[in-house]
């Protein structure tokens, strides 16, 4: 899993992306970047 993009958000903030986005790339889901 590419932590790189996790670590674009603040520490214990849970706002930025939901559960769902953030287990997508481990599920080998797509890792583009959405608006």
Sequence with gaps: MNAGALA???PGDTSMATREEV???AGGGNARVRC
Aim: aromatic share 0%; charged share 15%.
């Design 8 to 10: 674009m958000t603040t």
């Design 23 to 25: 287990r997508a790339p």
